[in-house]
């Protein structure tokens, strides 16, 4: 198998200015007010052992207010897989919150080849609908922190090293966890598909790059002692899609664009409303941790050749 030099071979979009929120993917985007008072969920199931289903519903509101979207309480919120025999599960909400979880010690195991859908009943009888197929990722190799190239070698990044599935139609999603705490505050969101890369190795390839003023400690968020460790997302091309819609609406706006599309979702409502938001499902697979030394802090010594 050919190696080919990541830089020429894959395409990678990050964004720096979308505002999340939460614990995972939603964002901030503009809401005119035919929008309000519709539902907007939150939602992915995985291949985690433990705690690997969430949903998060609200209400949305005006966009002149500052107020957060309110919570939608005691809905019935059910996963189940496309099995003849559907294996289901309903979640319970946590404390008033509007995020809904599996119940305390059960369990539900998530299988790559499996279609999962999540139906949601609301107080007021509204049906919320989802179906995503669960795409079997590859194990992440390993992971890297090193000094980028990019800004002449004055940033920590984070790299990785994966194989990629062959046959195209794979698409990924990288979430970094700095101290545990997944990285999502405006800072970077990284994803891809496998259309230039479909089948081969991906060495050292830069998945973030912490761009702070190396003399600010309040705008980096890579330091000494710091413990990382990345998972790797097999994701669907429904999620692809709707990470892509963010950044158009993110980049979208000046004084004579054309107003952007609607997010893509994969949601739909009994009573015919639109649904913000995706439910996801995703294969995960955890890097290796690194504790962050002196040694991180050189230019990384690539492994990248080509071979004939």
């Known amino acids: 198998m050919k190696r080919l030099k990541i830089n020429n071979t894959i395409i990678i979009i990050i964004i720096f200015t979308l505002l999340l929120s939460a614990c ?18 939150e939602a992915y199931i995985n291949t985690k052992e433990n705690d690997n289903i969430y949903v998060k519903l609200e209400k949305t509101l005006p966009v002149n207010t500052a107020d957060q979207n309110p919570a939608i309480n005691n809905a019935i919120v059910e996963i189940s897989d496309n099995e003849s025999n559907p294996n289901k599960v309903f979640l319970e909400e946590t404390e008033n919150s509007g995020i ?51 800004g002449n070698y004055d940033f920590l990044a984070v790299f990785i090293n994966s194989q990629e599935t062959p046959g195209k139609g794979h698409y990924y999603k990288w979430d970094i966890f700095i101290n545990g705490e997944l990285l999502n505050q405006s800072e970077n969101m990284s994803f891809v598909n496998d259309e230039l890369v479909d089948g081969n190795y991906v060495y050292d390839f830069e998945i973030y790059t912490d761009f702070g003023d190396p003399n600010d400690e309040t705008d980096r968020n890579l ?8 998972e790797q997302l097999s994701i669907s091309r429904n999620a692809y899609e709707c990470y892509m819609g963010m950044v158009n609406q993110a980049f979208a706006g000046g004084p004579f664009s054309v107003p952007p ?47 004939e």
Do not use: C, H, W
């Open 100 to 150: 809904y979880k599996l119940p305390q010690n059960i369990t539900y195991e998530a299988i790559p080849g499996r279609t999962y859908q999540l139906t949601i009943t609301t107080e007021d009888n509204v049906v919320i609908t989802a179906q995503d197929y669960l795409q079997k990722g590859e194990n992440l190799d390993s992971t890297k922190i090193n000094l980028s190239a990019r």
């Open 24 to 41: 995972e993917d939603v964002v901030d985007v503009d809401i005119n007010d035919e929008d309000i008072d519709l539902i907007s969920v």
């Open 223 to 230: 330091f000494m002692g710091d413990t990382i460790y990345v």
């Open 261 to 307: 599309a609607n997010l893509v979702s994969n949601l739909t409502a009994s009573d015919g409303k639109r649904v913000l938001g995706i439910f996801s499902a995703r294969d995960v697979s955890v890097g290796n941790t690194i504790v962050i030394d002196s040694t991180n802090f050189t230019p990384l010594v690539s492994s990248l050749k080509f071979l």
